[in-house]
């Protein structure tokens, strides 16, 4: 149940860089009542602590591309490559 009501909360997006902030959380009592959860507390829990898995995720993976970037970067200018025989 928990995984479920996370997937139907909206991502959170910084606007200028991108990076993922999380899920939007006001609109969980209305899901909470809609689909009759009784035990909220574990069910929210549950959820904040796979959110947390996700935002740790998400920054990885974008760390892991600036730092790709940076090496596409500052491997110089152009590479050329010769056909030499000897």
């Not at 991502?11 to 200028?16: A, I, L, T």
């Not at 991108?18 to 929210?44: A, C, L, N, P, S």
């Not at 947390?52 to 995720?57: A, K, N, Q, S, Y």
Request: charged share 35%; no cysteine.
């Amino acid at each position: 149940m928990a995984f479920f009501m996370l997937s139907l909360l909206p991502d959170r997006w910084e606007g200028m860089s991108g990076t993922y902030m999380g899920k939007v959380w006001e609109g969980i009592e209305f899901y909470f009542d809609t689909y009759q959860v009784e035990d909220r507390t574990t069910i929210v829990y549950i959820m904040k602590l796979y959110e947390r898995l996700l935002v740790e995720d998400r920054m990885d993976k974008a760390e892991q591309e600036r730092k790709k970037r940076e090496r596409q970067q500052n491997s110089g200018g152009k590479q050329y490559t010769h056909n030499i025989k000897g």
